[in-house]
């Protein structure tokens, strides 16, 4: 049962090229097996979290082909398809998978397109809403991979003008790549390495923001000292809530532009991350955590 107002959007929404999506989504990756790597222990437990998901109204799932590999995808599908007009799939190309379940850089033009295309193959569609391209080589989301996009932007810039791609985007990249993609095709979202501990990326924030761009900033929780932890624990005591809840509000309140894709294999901790979310963090509140 749907609701008028359900808890993913009472954070409100952001247009994403010509998409209202709202601020709080689904990130796919740990619906694959342990290490992102083959089946879920739990089939129906992860189709189960997807169709929550969208219960709660989160109306976008973020994914890649990459994790599994093919295997998150092939749930969405099972999961949501046919999804209609209120759910919106974004993935992302540049890395693919090895023999052993190692993540591999995979950024020619030929391999952006297998992708692009395996996308569209497991996940039942003949056009992607969104495809971010991932530049950096790994799985360490505060890299930024140095050197040009041209060639690997050119080849999604052409299956948009195919009709296969809606909307593009990037991952790790810099304001000078940005404004490399720019040249070449319109980019409606950025996804970088963004806490409240982690604030090196503020200047790509304030000029996604500026832009009308979506952001989409990684890891809430990642690389906290134990004296920011400190504070944040401190912070969510008081109000009763989670240190989770709390540092994704305090980016949900930091800007405007900022979406949040919050991943979980648990019901349960679904229903905590979307509430979580739309926590409003008084004021003291956020001026203690914006001084970490």
Known sequence: MTTTNPPAAQVGFYRVGDLDLNRIGYGAMQLAGPGVSGPPRDRAAAIEVLRTAVELGVNHIDTADAYGPHTTNEIIREALFPYGDHVHIATKVGLVRDERGGWLPANSPQSLREQVHDNLRWLGLDLLDVVNLRTAGGVDDRMMAPGMLEQQFEALAELQQQGLIRHLGL???SLDQLAEA??????????????????????????????????VPYFPLGGFSPLQSDVLESVAKRLGATPVAVAQSWLLQHAP????????????????????????????????LDAI
């Open 171 to 173: 991952s790790a990249v």
């Open 182 to 215: 720019q040249r070449i095709a319109p980019v409606a979202c950025v996804q970088n390495f963004f806490n409240i501990a982690n604030r090196a990326d503020e200047a790509m924030l304030a000029a996604t923001a500026e832009q009308d761009i979506a952001y």
């Open 257 to 288: 532009n900022i979406m949040l894709i919050p991943g979980t294999s648990s019901v349960d901790h679904l229903r905590e991350n979307v509430a979580g979310a739309a926590l409003a963090l008084p004021p003291d509140a956020v001026a203690e």
